[in-house]
């Protein structure tokens, strides 16, 4: 794309769209994190307090929370991604190497998503940008 290019058609939303993009992952993370804490959305099982799956809860919802908020963005994010790098490759991948077939491509997915938010930062629309801005007066 050419520099004259940039802020026309649809990369001009590219910015909001990061945004929502965050804000869409964070809730469905942080739903995650609730159905394993307090079994909400309905849940069949919920691990055991100080269990690896109990603390993975506090993460998916402390972390989905603050990343939905666009809040500390980069380091939450930081962190949730290596949650699900580190579930992929403990729960996932010693059932088979094929992400489709070993249950792990939504892991797989939020650990880039989280990674691209890392580097990206949470958009213009959140906590993070406000607190950046300068007051008017």
Same mark, same amino acid.
């Given at each position: 794309m050419s520099s004259s290019a940039r802020g026309t058609g649809l990369?001009?939303?590219?910015?909001?769209?990061?945004?929502?993009?965050?804000?869409?992952?964070?809730?469905? =993370?942080?739903?995650h994190g609730t159905q394993k804490l307090f079994g909400f959305p309905a849940s069949d099982h919920m691990p055991d307090s100080?269990?690896? !799956?109990? #603390? !993975?809860?506090?993460?998916?919802?402390?972390?989905? $929370?603050?990343?939905a908020?666009?809040?500390?963005?980069?380091?939450?994010? =930081? &962190? &949730?991604s290596g949650e699900m790098a580190f579930a992929y490759f403990m729960a996932h991948f010693p059932r088979g190497f094929f992400p489709a077939?070993?249950?792990?491509?939504?892991? &797989?997915?939020?650990? =880039?998503? #989280?990674?691209? $938010?890392?580097f990206a930062g949470p958009g213009p629309v959140s906590i993070d940008a406000a607190l950046r801005r300068k007051p008017v007066y």
């Open positions: 990369a001009r939303h590219a910015p909001l769209m990061l945004s929502i993009l965050r804000l869409v992952a964070g809730l469905i =993370f942080l739903e100080f269990t690896l !799956a109990w #603390f !993975a809860g506090i993460l998916e919802t402390a972390g989905g $929370l603050l990343v908020l666009g809040l500390f963005t980069r380091p939450a994010a =930081f &962190i &949730i077939l070993n249950g792990g491509d939504a892991a &797989i997915l939020y650990c =880039f998503i #989280f990674l691209y $938010l890392v």
